[in-house]
């Protein structure tokens, strides 16, 4: 039997959840060969398991940027979805303020905006478009109000220089 078997691939990813030790979810993502053989789609689990409560380990943050920039997560995957969604969160402030449970996953982690501001440079200089967007356009079905605008969140996130590196890569982002 291999990951890429998919009655495996179904009982490992239950260890994957957040109610599971966090040194499952390391030892996963950090294995190239779990990531890219887990074949799980993200509509065949229940996903909030897996979304809630937001990843405070800024370890397993970078697992999850890593197996997003390497492409190595399939896009529509569970593991792609998971990474997508606590990466963005890390990124943007757990969603700040408009989060309908109001998670703040990293405060009084002293080191968390230093790590939030390489992982945005990260993310503007050394990643594809493809990247890049689905980070900016992502929308936590269930974790945001109705009313919140991400992107007004994203623009408040990424500091003066980044946002000047951002318009010059995508004109269409506007002043």
């Known amino acids: 039997m291999s990951f890429g078997d998919d009655t495996l691939a179904k009982y490992l990813v239950l260890f994957l959840s957040q109610a599971c030790p966090l040194q499952f979810r390391q030892t996963a ?13 993200a509509s065949q689990v229940p996903l909030p398991a897996y979304l809630s409560p937001l990843e405070t380990d800024r370890r397993q943050i970078d697992l999850y940027f890593r197996a ?10 569970l593991l792609y979805a998971v990474a997508l969604h606590h990466v963005t969160a890390f990124l943007f402030c757990d969603f700040g303020g408009l989060s309908t449970v109001a998670e703040y996953a ?5 080191e968390a905006p230093k790590h939030r501001q390489h992982l945005l440079r990260r993310l503007i200089t050394a990643t594809g478009d493809g990247l890049y967007f689905a980070v900016v356009t992502y929308h ?3 974790c945001l109000a109705p009313e919140a ?19 010059q890569r995508h004109p269409s982002l506007g002043p």
Do not use: I, Y
Not at 29 to 41: I, P, Q
Not at 68 to 77: N, P, T, Y
Not at 106 to 110: K, N, R, S, T
């Open 149 to 167: 605008r991400l992107p007004q969140l994203v623009a408040s996130a990424v500091d003066a220089a980044a946002m000047g590196v951002l318009r």
């Open 68 to 77: 997003l920039q390497s492409e190595r997560a399939a896009e529509g995957s």
């Open 29 to 41: 993502f950090g294995s190239e060969d779990f990531v890219e053989l887990c074949t799980v789609r």
């Open 140 to 142: 936590p079905t269930g």
């Open 106 to 110: 990293h405060d009084g982690d002293v």
